[in-house]
């Protein structure tokens, strides 16, 4: 199995989604989880309700801190930042250097019927990218991440 951990800053809206789409499209090659800088004290509701209607389970979504991300779990093979600037993340000692990859997405702003549609629209860039990295095959992730001491692939994806 594959871990992979998203990078948000609240860790209430694009990381936990990017991490249930993973989880689900994963289909058990892949495990997902999420870490904010500033994390939220609970996972946004409008996120909670979207995930819902998509038959997401939603139980497992805590907002937690990078560091809690990064060691309640194995060793991940790749670390995505959602965010409009990277998040740095130290990757704990004796890991193996994961891809460091950053998929800026929107960010949720507005209520209501703006809402929906930015969720709409974020679920379906996290759905399209992450179809496209479950395709690779096993091992392609941590064969793509940098050598110890060597340069960090250049992975950004288009803007959103």
């Not at 965010?83 to 209520?111: F, M, N």
């Not at 019927?113 to 096993?138: E, F, K, M, N």
Request: aromatic share 4%; proline share 13%; charged share 15%.
């Amino acid at each position: 199995m594959q871990h992979v951990i998203f990078l948000g800053e609240g860790d209430a809206v694009r990381a936990p989604m990017a991490a249930a789409v993973l989880n689900r499209l994963g289909d058990g090659r892949f495990a997902a989880r999420s870490g904010g800088s500033n994390p939220a004290a609970l996972p946004n509701p409008d996120l909670l309700r979207f995930l819902s209607r998509h038959r997401h389970n939603v139980a497992q979504l805590h907002p937690q801190d990078i560091v809690g991300a990064l060691t309640s779990g194995p060793p991940a093979v790749a670390l995505i930042s959602l965010t409009p600037q990277p998040i740095p993340a130290r990757v704990p000692a004796g890991w193996p250097q994961p891809l460091l990859l950053h998929w800026p997405l929107p960010d949720l702003l507005g209520s209501g019927h703006s809402t929906c549609l930015t969720l709409a629209r974020i679920y379906r860039i996290l759905t399209l990218r992450l179809s496209i990295l479950v395709s690779l095959p096993d091992g392609a992730l941590a064969a793509m991440a940098r050598p110890p001491g060597g340069p960090a692939p250049k992975m950004e994806a288009p803007a959103a």
